[in-house]
């Protein structure tokens, strides 16, 4: 369960969904916070010792489960919650949905989902229980911290092997990764998309980060950001991750299409 071997495909230049090269946290006047959730105490201890050497990364909390996860995360506030899946009484994807639950509206604690196993299940739940990120244990340090600096600015985060997998489930007729987004009908909220808003949903479910949705629709950056925050507004949805799900649940893009 440690955090120092190779996780694979979380770097910008890697093609994440969502991480730019230019990975910046969302304030820089003060670090990003961050909750550790987990049951092992030495765990948390390698996460704390990893994090803290980053300037711009400030721990500040500890839980042994899920339950404590939650109420931390309300008493704290953090901007991100690392959070394992397999913890005593509420486990981590309970404590997930939770958490997800009360945001009334994008900008709440962001949930990176780390786990020692490579299951579809947990991968799945973890989308439908409202997570922001989702990367194995089996990492390097460098990855985690920059897995925590790509949520904590606004975006999502899988591995590019794990939206692969998301992308698969959607070729496989009557199989879904569950209700994501979309509070009114997604029909109704598709509509109201503007339609380069919709260009920049395909673009955002293809994986392309906001610096090649600029190239490919001739559009500054800034601009694409704006675009990229008011389609998750328009569909409920909170960050990247979320947007692929939604885009290949109702038909926006198909799998090799």
Same mark, same amino acid.
């Given at each position: ?41 030495? *765990? ?8 803290? *050497?980053?300037?711009?990364? &400030?721990?500040? #909390? &500890?839980?042994?489960? #899920? ?13 991100? *919650? ?13 404590? !997930?949905?939770?958490? !997800? ?12 989902? %780390? ?26 340090? &460098?990855? %985690? ?28 007729? #009557? ?5 994501? #987004?979309?509070? !009114? ?37 800034? !601009? ?7 389609? %998750?507004?328009? %569909?409920?949805?909170?960050?990247? *991750? ?16």
């Amino acid at each position: 369960m440690s955090a120092g071997h190779g996780m694979p495909g979380v770097h910008a230049e890697h093609g994440v969904p969502g991480a730019d090269a230019d990975a910046a946290v969302p304030d820089a006047d003060r670090p990003v916070r961050v909750l550790l959730a987990d049951d092992q105490h030495l *765990v948390r201890t390698g996460f704390r010792v990893i994090l803290e *050497v980053e300037d711009d990364i &400030e721990v500040v #909390g &500890e839980a042994a489960d #899920g339950g404590r996860a939650v109420s931390m995360t309300r008493a704290l506030r953090p901007d991100v *919650v690392l959070m394992d899946v397999e913890m005593p009484g509420v486990d981590g994807l309970e404590a !997930t949905r939770r958490i !997800t639950a009360e945001q009334d509206e994008p900008g709440g604690p962001a949930v990176l989902i %780390l786990t020692t196993f490579d299951r579809d299940d947990y991968l799945f739940a973890a989308l439908r229980a409202g997570a922001s990120g989702f990367l194995l244990k089996n990492g390097t340090p &460098e990855a %985690l911290v920059e897995a925590i600096r790509v949520l904590a600015r606004g975006d999502g985060l899988l591995a590019p092997e794990l939206t692969r997998r998301v992308i698969a489930t959607f070729a496989r007729p #009557g199989e879904s990764a569950g209700p994501v #987004g979309a509070r !009114t009908s997604p029909e109704a909220a598709l509509r109201d998309l503007t339609p380069r808003e919709r260009e920049v949903l395909v673009l955002v479910a293809g994986g392309a980060s906001n610096a090649e949705i600029a190239a490919e629709l001739h559009l500054g950056e800034a !601009t694409v950001k704006t675009h990229v925050s008011r389609v %998750l507004a328009k %569909l409920g949805l909170r960050d990247r *991750v979320q947007a692929v799900v939604f885009a290949y649940e109702h038909g926006v893009v198909r799998p090799g299409g």
